[in-house]
Structure formats: C-alpha cells, structure tokens
C-alpha cells in the first residue's frame, strides 16, 4: 500500500488530470449541442472520485470493508441542505466546516461502536447504521421524507462583499470539484507515507502483530474511520451543490455498493486508483444505459470480469504492466483449454493454522 510508484503512474495521472481540466475547451467540438450535459456528467464524476477515494482509506489502506460509507456521503448532503437558509446564499466559510464537523462527530460515534467488529461483523454493523439513518431520513417529515430537501442557492464564496468564486457558475463549480480531488488525493498520498499511515499499513497487513508491538490499533482505525467520513461528507456537500437536493437515496446501501463497485474497478490501496475506477464507472454505466434497460446486468457482468481478469484493478495494468505471458498464466479461464487440467503444483492446498493469540 505505501508504494513508491514507476515514474509512468505520475505522468499518466498528470496526462489524465490536463485532459480532464481542458475538457471545457475540447469538450464542446467533440460532444456538441451535449456538451452541457458533458460537462455535468464530468463534474459527477470528479465528486463520485472524492467520495471513492474516502472509502479506499478504510477498505484498501486500513482492511475495513464498509457497506454503509453513503450514511455520511448523504450526511453531508443534508447537512448543507437543512442548514442553507431559506432566502439568500449560506457563507461556505462556515457551511463547510459544519459539514466536516458534524460528520466527523457522526464517525466519531458509529467508528467507536463499529470498530470492535471485524470481517463480516464490521461490513454488516456498518450497513445497518447506514440503513437506520436511511430510513429515519426517509420517514421524517423534517427531512422532506422520500422527496428529500430542495436547496435554493448554492453557497457563496465572498469576502467583504467582494465574489471569489461564483459557484453558480457551471465552469466555475467544475473546477472547485476539480480542486477538491487533486487536494483530496495529495492529502491522502501525504497520510499514506507519514507514520500515521506506515502504521494503518501494518495494521493491514496484521493487526494482531501490531497490538504485540504496542500499538493502539482501535485508536488508529477509529481517527481513519473519522477521516474517511469527512472526505464522504464533502463529497456529498458537492453532489447536493450539484443537483439543488439532498435526497434519501444518496444515504442507501446501493451507493454504498457502488462506490465500492468504483474501488474494486479501479483498485484498492493505490489512491489514484479510486478516481479512475470513479471515471471508468460513470462511463460504463453512461455507455450502457444507452444500448438496453437491462444495462444492470451488463455492469455486474464487467465488475465481474474485472475482479476475474484484473485483481488488482486499472491501477495494476498502470503500475505493473502485464506481458502477455504472465497475462496466460495469471487468467482464471486459462484451465478452461480442452484436454489440460490444472498441474499438480496449483492444486489448492489448505490454509496453514492461524497463530494463537495470547
């Protein structure tokens, strides 16, 4: 997880960044009378990358596999939309920290119950918070029930009466968006390479060798779980900036299961990984919403044959390129060749006992 990347991941994610911030000027030759829509689809797909790459913390970095990380995606949603006032603009000098301060409180309370679970405790614990807060938002008509909350204006960026950014602006907002999930990735790459993260790292890779070290393991995992909450909560401001509404749906298992569909699409534990699997998500399901309305069944058919043919995601053909060799011999299907069975070296052995603590 504390990868010191080839040289080749940097300049393609720089490549990739310049592509995607000159998209306003290539943007309206290549789509058109489309380009508006374009051009909001490409800001969706910045905000859904914040909001992977706050997931890939807990799941690629630290090992703790969350089904309920939308509770605070939609959190954040709310927040804003409860908290604008009615008539005029909310100052996003104080908007945004009450965003990042009451989701960190919120993954302050569900971390400290949640994090004593783990396997398959953890995932459904954190499933059900989420859940419990989806349908609490959904029945209350303090929330706008399953019609959600309306937000009248976006917030504003002033100072002293002057406007810094007009996030009214479509362009505008697209490059606040933009900004956010370079500053978001940077602050991720920095926490990942402190000691802070060496140590998420061992914990990783063994916690119980780390609690045999001295170190507080609940601790580190519950400060991550608060990080990676309030990374979602700014991820979900945005969306409810985007779309004028914060809405129940963004707090359901399903965009939990999607972000975590983006992680295993673009890979866990690299950082960058997450922004591309947020990309190659958004275009897929673009792509297939428009050959059939079954296109569900096509993008499980992918993530499937994601999961099969790149273990380690798009982030691992960037990072290690494949020969077409090891390609052969990695390919679950390679045994599937008539007359060949599987030599006895790669039969399945069992699994070698698990230390005993204590």
Partial sequence: MLHTYPKRVVVIMLVLT??????????PAVFGAQSDFMMEKMTL??????????????VGIVGLV??????????????????????????I??????????????????????????????IMTTLAFGQM?????????????????????????????????????????????????????????????????????GIHDNEHRMEALGYATGHYKLVAFVISGVMASLAGMLAAMQYGFANPSQ???HTSGEVLMMLILGGMGTVFGPILGAFAYEILQHTFEHLTTHWP????????????????????????PPSRASLA????????KPGRAAPASEAVKPAAPAPREG
Avoid at 18 to 27: E, H, N, R
Avoid at 45 to 58: G, K, Q, V, W, Y
Avoid at 149 to 165: H, K, N, T, Y
């Fill in 18 to 27: 310049a592509i995607v911030a000159i998209f306003p000027l290539w943007g």
């Fill in 45 to 58: 797909m910045l905000i859904l990358a914040l909001f992977a790459m706050s997931l890939d913390l807990l």
């Fill in 66 to 91: 969350s089904l309920g990380h939308a509770l605070f995606f939609g959190l954040g949603a709310y927040t804003l939309a409860l908290a604008s006032p009615a008539f005029s603009p909310a100052a």
């Fill in 93 to 122: 000098w104080w908007m945004a920290p009450l965003v990042m301060l009451v989701a960190a409180l919120a993954a302050l309370v569900v971390g400290f119950l949640v994090i004593r679970t783990r396997g398959i405790f953890f």
């Fill in 133 to 201: 807060l989806y349908y609490f938002v959904s029945t209350s008509r303090h929330t706008g029930g399953t019609d959600g909350v309306f937000i009248m204006f976006r917030p504003s960026v002033e100072v002293g009466g002057a406007v810094l950014l007009d996030l009214d602006n479509p362009l505008t907002f697209f490059y606040v968006c933009l900004a956010m999930v370079v500053v978001g990735y940077l602050f991720l790459r920095w926490l990942t390479r402190s000691f802070f993260g060496q140590v998420l790292d």
């Fill in 251 to 253: 707090l359901g298992w």
């Fill in 297 to 320: 069944i096509l993008m499980g058919i992918t993530i499937i044959l994601a999961v099969l043919i790149l273990p380690r995601g798009i982030a691992g053909l960037i990072i290690d």
């Fill in 329 to 336: 011999k990695s390919s679950p299907l390679r045994w599937l």
